[in-house]
């Protein structure tokens, strides 16, 4: 049902061309700040501000905004530590072996979604632990939080012109 030209949408208008957006948002001297940095940075902010107003509106629930500043900083941690380990193994593996030291080298890129997951995954259980909390109580309270710092992510990744797609067919399809 959804091959051949049952499926082509005819092309009334041009395909939508990437803008190629300099990924480098303020430069001060030697100090870059990168769109993709930033986008980090508003998808935690976006991520506490529902964090506390959800906290706001149970105020019988179990979290505090402490506990909240708290689960975010360790979220934090993971996303950033789990990302860049997470690219080290899946995708560079062999070239940090050779020189292990390029590790830290942060501005030259490189993040794993799958490290970034598992990454924030191992801090939410150590901050249950932290807490003697239940694991899966944290996780319910965080999960509706995560799409917000993913749809972040991939705005960054848009900005850099980073994840392409399949070609597609459709006019509202990015070239």
Do not use: C
């Not at 980073?162 to 597609?168: F, H, Q, T, V």
Request: no cysteine; proline share 6%; hydrophobic share 55%.
């Amino acid at each position: 049902i959804m091959s051949g030209s049952f499926y082509r949408i005819p092309r009334k208008f041009p395909m939508l061309v990437h803008p190629q957006f300099d990924p480098v948002a303020l430069q001060l001297g030697p100090l870059a700040l990168r769109w993709y940095g930033l986008m980090y940075l508003l998808g935690f902010a976006m991520i506490w501000l529902l964090g506390r107003y959800r906290i706001d509106r149970n105020p019988v629930g179990v979290w505090t905004r402490a506990d909240l500043d708290d689960a975010l900083f360790f979220g934090i941690l993971g996303t950033i530590l789990g990302g860049r380990l997470g690219y080290v193994l899946f995708y560079k593996f062999g070239d940090y072996i050779v020189a292990p030291w390029k590790i830290f080298f942060v501005w030259e890129g490189g993040m794993s979604f799958h490290g970034g997951f598992l990454g924030v995954m191992a801090a939410m259980v150590w901050f249950a632990r932290s807490r003697r909390q239940d694991w899966l109580q944290i996780t319910d309270f965080i999960a509706p939080l995560v799409p917000l710092g993913l749809a972040a992510g991939r705005m960054g990744n848009f900005i850099n012109a980073e994840l392409w797609g399949r070609p597609a067919d459709v006019p509202w399809a990015m070239v």
